[in-house]
């Protein structure tokens, strides 16, 4: 049972402001936010003054590797992870082993959170090519989407025959997410590059020439036409080059969009320059590619982008260590992805408000989450409070990901990350966890 909380002197980052005042938390809930709060009953105080308080951070894309990948991560460690970094709420992708391909499988994921999350979950169903009937049966109000792959990944989750593509588009009746890249560009060019450099030393910056700018834009356009064609709610992910940007719209509020756009922190972040430094370890799907991040940026400032998330995807240090050829792609990012952004903030690109905005209150628009993203009476209590007078140095002693590595090793952020509150549980203290009480499956405004 979670203790009453009562969060003192915090300068709250909410809704486009910023003001000093006090948060009341009873039975899991807000339950009073005002400039000054006294009681007259038993409450643990958090002293937050000189301390900004934000929504949690809300990840709309992750992968935690459970079950059947255990040697890379578990929904524990991962969940564990991003509650150190002010992440309160993931969304999980469906490319596990075995695929979560049917409603028997995705229920044994959300059997697994309920016991070891640290952290409010949600998980993505999974589309193949032959399990239309069992993607149909998802109940909207308990699950965040229909996870469409089109473009490799594991498993029997390659999406490429257009006549079922065209069939979900038309009558999946919930959000639709997507990765987008053109199967065939991409293979075309591995097997281009491969017979040109199997053997020889391999350009730095290989992947982003394989996995290039074309195969992103020929897939996304191709899933935009067909959400305008069946008014279909599309969630378009990890959005990483500038061709993509004017596929959506910036002209209406996100509240009326049904074609939304999703980047992620490490497109912000790296550039294909940085290949040269850390090789497979960006190593990502779709890549990263040379001089796009300050377009990315600007379409994330002027809402051609809504979220921005993580797509943390950890593998080990010894998978990691293969020739590029055979090394997996994806990297661990939860952990860091607020502090990230918060270095933005100190280089003056981004707002408190707006990072709030596109980590929390956005995410809860976007998937339509029942009482979260937001810090507002009533609702669950999923807060993150962060120094900005404090640093944090990424060091493997410090990470938490069960693979133990960080593509952020080295580098030295400008903030520190110091609580976090999961449903008014105060699970992170200061380098310290309460593990004793669980995260909540959350929940859709959604008939």
Same mark, same amino acid.
Request: charged content about 25%; hydrophobic content about 35%.
């Given at each position: 049972?979670?203790?009453? =909380?009562?969060?003192? %002197?915090?300068?709250? +980052?909410?809704?486009?402001?910023?003001?000093?005042?006090?948060? =009341?938390?009873?039975?899991?809930?807000?339950?009073? $936010?005002?400039?000054? #709060?006294?009681?007259?009953?038993?409450?643990?105080? #958090?002293?937050?003054?000189?301390?900004?308080?934000?929504?949690?951070?809300?990840?709309?894309? +992750? /992968? *935690?590797? @459970?079950?059947?990948?255990?040697?890379?991560?578990?929904?524990?460690?991962?969940?564990?992870?991003?509650?150190?970094?002010?992440?309160?709420?993931?969304?999980?992708?469906?490319?596990?082993?075995?695929?979560?391909?049917?409603?028997?499988?995705?229920?044994?994921?959300?059997?697994?959170?309920?016991?070891?999350?640290?952290?409010?979950?949600?998980?993505?169903?999974?589309?193949?090519?032959?399990?239309?009937?069992?993607?149909?049966?998802?109940? =909207?109000?308990?699950?965040?989407?229909?996870?469409?792959?089109?473009?490799?990944?594991?498993?029997?989750?390659?999406?490429?025959?257009?006549?079922?593509?065209?069939? =979900?588009?038309?009558?999946?009746?919930?959000?639709?997410?997507? /990765?987008?890249?053109?199967?065939?560009?991409?293979?075309?060019? &591995?097997?281009?590059?491969? !017979?040109?450099?199997?053997?020889?030393? +391999?350009?730095?910056?290989? /992947?982003?020439?394989?996995?290039?700018?074309?195969?992103? &834009?020929?897939?996304? @356009?191709?899933?935009?036409?067909? !959400?305008?064609?069946?008014?279909?709610?599309?969630? #378009?992910?990890?959005?990483?080059?500038?061709?993509?940007?004017?596929?959506?719209?910036?002209?209406?509020?996100?509240?009326?969009?049904?074609?939304?756009?999703?980047?992620?922190?490490?497109?912000?972040?790296?550039?294909?320059?940085?290949?040269?430094?850390?090789?497979?370890?960006?190593?990502?799907?779709? !890549?990263?590619?040379?001089?796009?991040?300050?377009?990315?940026?600007?379409?994330?400032?002027?809402?051609?982008?809504?979220?921005?998330?993580?797509?943390? !995807?950890?593998?080990?240090?010894?998978?990691?260590?293969?020739?590029?050829?055979?090394?997996?792609? %994806?990297?661990?990012? #939860?952990?860091?992805?607020?502090?990230?952004?918060?270095?933005?903030?100190?280089?003056?690109?981004?707002?408190?408000?707006?990072?709030?905005?596109?980590?929390?209150?956005?995410?809860?628009?976007?998937?339509?989450?029942?009482?979260?993203?937001?810090?507002?009476?009533?609702?669950?209590?999923?807060?993150?409070?962060?120094?900005?007078?404090?640093?944090?140095?990424?060091?493997?002693?410090?990470?938490? *990901?069960?693979?133990?590595?960080?593509? *952020?090793?080295?580098?030295? *952020?400008?903030?520190?990350?110091?609580?976090? $509150? +999961?449903?008014? /549980?105060?699970?992170?203290?200061?380098?310290? &966890?309460?593990?004793?009480?669980?995260?909540?499956?959350?929940? &859709?405004?959604?008939?």
């Amino acid at each position: 049972m979670s203790k009453d =909380l009562l969060i003192k %002197g915090g300068q709250i +980052v909410n809704e486009g402001k910023i003001e000093v005042a006090d948060i =009341l938390i009873r039975n899991g809930r807000i339950e009073r $936010i005002a400039p000054s #709060i006294n009681v007259d009953f038993e409450v643990k105080e #958090i002293n937050a003054e000189g301390k900004h308080v934000l929504p949690g951070v809300i990840d709309d894309q +992750v /992968h *935690f590797r @459970e079950p059947g990948l255990t040697h890379k991560a578990n929904i524990y460690t991962e969940a564990r992870a991003g509650v150190a970094g002010g992440t309160t709420t993931f969304m999980e992708m469906p490319n596990t082993v075995p695929n979560a391909l049917t409603q028997e499988l995705l229920q044994d994921k959300y059997d697994i959170a309920a016991n070891s999350a640290l952290a409010n979950y949600s998980f993505y169903m999974g589309a193949s090519n032959d399990n239309y009937e069992e993607a149909m049966k998802t109940d =909207l109000t308990k699950i965040c989407g229909l996870k469409i792959f089109m473009g490799s990944s594991t498993g029997n989750m390659l999406v490429d025959n257009e006549t079922v593509l065209s069939k =979900l588009f038309s009558a999946f009746p919930g959000l639709i997410a997507t /990765h987008c890249e053109d199967e065939a560009t991409v293979r075309n060019n &591995f097997e281009k590059y491969k !017979a040109i450099y199997d053997g020889k030393d +391999v350009p730095y910056d290989i /992947h982003a020439i394989i996995r290039n700018e074309e195969g992103c &834009f020929i897939s996304s @356009e191709m899933a935009v036409s067909l !959400a305008k064609k069946y008014k279909t709610r599309l969630h #378009i992910l990890h959005i990483s080059s500038s061709e993509e940007i004017n596929l959506f719209d910036n002209k209406m509020p996100l509240e009326q969009k049904r074609i939304t756009a999703e980047v992620c922190v490490h497109h912000l972040w790296f550039d294909a320059e940085d290949y040269r430094e850390k090789g497979n370890l960006i190593k990502c799907n779709p !890549a990263i590619k040379h001089d796009h991040r300050e377009n990315l940026f600007q379409a994330l400032l002027d809402d051609h982008f809504d979220v921005i998330a993580t797509d943390h !995807a950890p593998h080990q240090w010894e998978e990691k260590q293969k020739p590029y050829w055979e090394a997996p792609s %994806g990297l661990p990012l #939860i952990q860091h992805s607020l502090l990230a952004m918060l270095d933005f903030y100190k280089q003056g690109k981004i707002s408190l408000e707006r990072i709030v905005e596109k980590m929390a209150h956005a995410p809860a628009i976007c998937f339509e989450i029942k009482e979260r993203g937001y810090l507002r009476e009533g609702y669950w209590a999923d807060i993150a409070i962060v120094d900005l007078n404090n640093s944090t140095t990424v060091e493997k002693e410090n990470v938490l *990901f069960k693979c133990g590595w960080s593509p *952020f090793e080295g580098h030295t *952020f400008g903030s520190q990350v110091t609580d976090t $509150i +999961v449903s008014g /549980h105060h699970v992170y203290s200061n380098g310290s &966890f309460d593990g004793s009480v669980k995260g909540k499956r959350i929940l &859709f405004n959604r008939k």
